[in-house]
């Protein structure tokens, strides 16, 4: 039903992801197709994601189209982005394929509920997987998304253990995912089972969906989640949703001076040297472009998709 028909399709910059640490200013050809495996009760795109694709306008792109795309809007990336990528699986690995032949790289920005063979084979063909994890608590994952926790857990250890680049989001919902106690253990968690080199993003909620009665996440809410991280030992923790936060900067770990700061999506200033610290020399996490980006590139398109 959603093979080749995409729902959205955008130009982003890569930092809208959010990818932290993988080619910063890179703009992203992104799509995505009707429907998802959760049912969020504070879904940010829910007008694509809780409904099917006979309730979307739709339009016909298949895998060879998005590449060409791709290239003609000179996007080093695609993104397979805003619902849920697992629910157009085939669309998306055909495309990946595609994209690498062509020497484009492919990301996705998932919720991370996935069977292992699956993503195993997805694994192969792309080269970094944000995960949304929701919170780090299975009543919350049954009640509020219609999911489980168990298995986006072990969906973030197998890409890990592939070595393709691993980022995670966490929308902190006020009420619902926001104890300190729970933050406290999904950073533990990430640096003691996984790694404390993998970013991780505390993001503000806004209400949407199903949930417009509970207000915008506290930023306060956010800082201390981000301090909870860097008391555990994740080497590189986010702000995320709140523009001009020094959150939304990355920091070296070992000088903390800003190698990377950042304006909303815009990267204005950036101190890298072949993905070493530009002060100290500390080798930083990523996937990295061999020289410095002047700017972020235009990111509009230049005409209409030819249908």
């Not at 995409?6 to 995505?32: N, Q, R, W």
């Not at 595609?98 to 790289?105: C, D, S, Y």
């Not at 919902?173 to 950073?187: K, M």
């Not at 030992?233 to 700061?261: D, E, L, Q, S």
Request: hydrophobic share 35%.
């Amino acid at each position: 039903m959603v093979y080749g028909n995409p729902c959205a399709v955008h130009l982003d910059p890569i930092e809208k992801k959010p990818f932290y640490h993988f080619l910063p200013t890179a703009g992203a050809f992104s799509i995505a197709t009707a429907g998802c495996n959760l049912r969020c009760l504070y879904c940010q795109n829910w007008s694509i994601s809780q409904f099917p694709p006979e309730q979307t306008q739709n339009v016909d792109l298949p895998p060879q189209k998005v590449v060409q795309y791709a290239l003609q809007y000179q996007a080093p990336v695609i993104a397979y982005t805003y619902s849920e990528p697992t629910v157009f699986y085939e669309y998306m690995l055909a495309t990946a394929r595609l994209a690498r032949e062509q020497g484009l790289r492919n990301v996705v920005i998932s919720a991370g509920f996935i069977n292992p063979d699956p993503l195993w084979e997805l694994c192969r063909v792309v080269d970094a997987i944000k995960v949304d994890l929701k919170g780090y608590d299975e009543d919350f994952y049954r009640t509020v998304c219609q999911a489980e926790l168990g298995p986006v857990l072990d969906t973030i250890r197998i890409i890990h253990e592939s070595g393709i680049h691993l980022e995670i989001v966490n929308l902190v919902v006020p009420t619902l995912n926001d104890s300190l106690e729970q933050l406290r253990a999904l950073a533990r968690w990430l640096v003691h089972e996984i790694s404390p080199d993998v970013p991780l993003h505390f993001t503000r909620f806004y209400p949407q969906y199903r949930l417009t009665n509970l207000p915008p996440t506290p930023v306060e809410t956010l800082e201390k989640a981000w301090e909870i991280a860097a008391e555990e030992g994740v080497r590189f923790a986010y702000v995320g949703n709140v523009p001009g936060h020094p959150g939304n900067n990355t920091r070296c770990p070992v000088c903390g001076k800003n190698i990377i700061v950042r304006e909303g999506f815009a990267v204005t200033e950036y101190h890298l040297q072949g993905g070493a610290c530009g002060y100290c020399g500390e080798p930083i996490p990523g996937v990295w472009w061999p020289n410095a980006p002047a700017s972020n590139p235009s990111l509009s398109y230049p005409g209409p998709l030819d249908q």
